[in-house]
């Protein structure tokens, strides 16, 4: 790496992140069943109709997995809790050997030196509650909050933070409107109504565990990089609008009590009726926040209905996944989000990585080169005075990459997924050896 610890301010952080449906194992400790189960069996959702049945089976294997965290001389371990492990109905009973599970956990990376750093909740609904129409049923806010009470009231007392929900942007526009994930709706008033209810269920849980005494709590947002396809205002105000639903319309919605004037263009007539009274709940203050970034999108208009606009594929080059490497997207997302809607809030990088068709003992070079791009612009903008207090990888180890299966492979440590080994890549080495600590 071309980067140490000490070139960042004392108290910097560095952590890696995972996500509970994505490495677990959910077929296994008494999980109930949830969308992303079905979705997968539904034909033409996933890759080979891959699921999260035993992933990395982190269920079974978590110390070996915290000890590799530790071992990179990480600081923070970025995890989520499973809803249909603690609650498989989403509601009532809880499964006692999902609360001992996370218990274990949290106590786990504690005993490691690790920060728990909890998101309540990344993509796997209950089934139960994908029933009663899930993030389009305004009561999820309400069930959401018994979760968060449930789980927090066993391990909250442990955990170093907390943020709600992963990327309400994916929760909300990418499953409801493209359905690219589950429950791989296409319908612009559940998506409207989504993408309210979502932040709804975010303050609720923040009051929640404000209720509890906890602290350190955060929202998690997911940004991409909106530039015009071409010089065309056409294209332009089609980039707007891109900029308005992706990036602004979360952040407005907590840190503003407001949403995006080119958001509501097209999702005011689908919002549930008092949507604005809800501002009060969304708006509960927060310490601070995360930003998950990979990538910008080139955008032009088309002649169908609102957004009205078409991604365009762009020059730059790309990572497995086919996005575009692009560095001065994170620079510019931790400058605007200081700037416009979060002041002196620490601001953290809880997502940034790279899918590469690395094997082990293959040069893991484009990881090690995409992290030192980003993490160049993360030491940019701190010297520009912008709060940044972390910077978070995606992801620890190779995992099912949602709609993409088992392909690709976002790991500092490489995963087998048959004989379930683990293989540290270049880029853990590097990683670990940037961040020694000197004392
Ligand atoms: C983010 C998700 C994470 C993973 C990465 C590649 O949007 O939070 O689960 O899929 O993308």
């Known amino acids: 790496m071309n980067f140490t610890r000490d070139d960042f301010p004392k108290g910097f952080l560095f952590g890696a992140a995972t996500s509970s449906y994505q490495i677990e194992g959910h077929a296994q400790g008494g999980a109930g069943p949830t969308h992303w189960d079905t979705f997968a069996a539904t034909p033409g959702n996933v890759v080979r109709a891959e699921n999260g049945a035993l992933a990395c089976d ?13 071992d990179a001389n990480l600081d923070v371990y970025r995890f989520s809790t499973s809803w249909a492990r603690v609650l498989p109905e989403g509601r009532g009973g809880p499964n006692p050997e999902g609360l ?17 750093a909890a998101t309540l909740y990344h993509w796997e609904l209950p089934s139960a509650l994908a029933d009663l129409g899930g993030w389009r049923n305004r009561d999820i806010a309400g069930w959401f909050g018994d979760f968060t ?13 907390a943020a709600p929900i992963n990327e309400p942007w994916c929760v909300s526009w990418l499953s409801h409107f493209l359905g690219h994930h589950a429950p791989g709706l296409r319908d612009i ?25 906890m602290g350190n709590l955060g929202a998690v947002c997911n940004f991409e990089y909106a530039q015009a396809a071409d010089d065309s205002a056409e ?11 992706y990036n602004r319309f979360f952040l407005s919605g907590i840190f503003q009590g407001r949403y995006p004037a080119e958001a509501l263009e097209g999702l005011e007539p689908h919002l549930p009726s008092g949507w604005q009274d809800d501002f009060a709940t969304i708006t509960a203050p927060v310490d601070w926040c995360g930003l998950n970034y990979y990538t910008r999108k080139l955008i032009a208009a088309g002649d169908w209905p609102w957004p009205a606009l078409r991604e365009v594929e762009g020059p730059l080059p790309k990572t497995e996944m086919g996005w575009e490497v692009y560095p001065d997207g994170l620079a510019h997302f931790l400058t605007t989000t200081a700037r416009e809607f979060t002041g002196a ?13 690395d094997r082990p003992g293959q040069p893991d070079q484009p990881r090690i080169d995409y992290i030192n791009a ?38 500092l440590v490489h995963v087998d997924f048959d004989s ?10 590097a990683l670990k050896l940037a961040l020694t600590r000197s004392c």
């Open 58 to 70: 982190h269920y079974h294997r978590y110390e070996g997995d915290l000890d590799l965290v530790r």
């Open 100 to 116: 001992d599970f996370y218990d274990r956990l949290v106590d786990a990376m504690l005993e490691r030196g690790l920060k728990p």
């Open 149 to 161: 009470e449930v789980i927090m009231r066993r391990i909250g007392d442990r955990i170093w933070s």
């Open 189 to 213: 008033r559940g998506t409207a109504r989504a993408m309210h209810h979502v932040l709804l269920a975010h303050g609720t849980a923040i009051q929640v565990m404000r209720g509890l005494g």
């Open 235 to 245: 294209s332009r105000a089609a980039a707007a609008r891109y900029d308005a639903y």
């Open 345 to 357: 809030l620490p601001l953290y990088v809880t997502e940034n990585g790279m899918a590469g068709a």
């Open 374 to 411: 980003h993490v160049d612009k993360v030491r940019q903008v701190i010297a520009d005075g912008v709060p940044v207090r972390g910077y978070f990888l995606w992801s620890l180890m190779d995992n099912y990459e949602w709609a993409l299966g088992y392909e690709k492979r976002f790991g």
């Open 420 to 429: 379930l080994q683990r293989t540290p890549k270049a880029s853990y080495d």
